[in-house]
């Protein structure tokens, strides 16, 4: 049988398609930080657990610094504010005239963790 629902913890959302006839897709719907069990069901069948989801905290930014460097890269920037500890990659986007941003214009760096409220990206 098809999987027709996910749970989270309690709340039912329903599937939505996959790539391919092997995935499914499950929304996570607003919660609070914390641990959540993940269980997928079909209409009638017993839920299948399928592990935990970890909701986190949203990162909050206060300031960067420097906030600018050179045409070339390099320049290495700290970002400070909180809530640090689950970034893994920086994305800096180039805007165009009409503000906006497309995939070609971006660069990803991988992001350092230097405490729970500075991060570093070079």
Known sequence: PNATVCLWGEA???????????????????HAVGDVPLSIASDGA??????????????????????HGSVEGGTQMIITGSDMTNISSCIFSI?????????????IVDAEILSATEIACK
Do not use: Q
């Open 12 to 30: 039912r959302i329903p599937i939505m398609k996959g790539e391919s006839r092997y995935e499914i897709k499950c929304i996570s719907p607003p």
């Open 46 to 67: 017993a839920p299948v657990y399928v592990g935990n989801f970890s909701y986190v905290a949203e990162p909050g930014i206060s300031m960067l610094n420097p906030s």
């Open 95 to 107: 805007e165009s005239s009409r503000n906006e941003t497309s995939d070609d214009r971006r660069v």
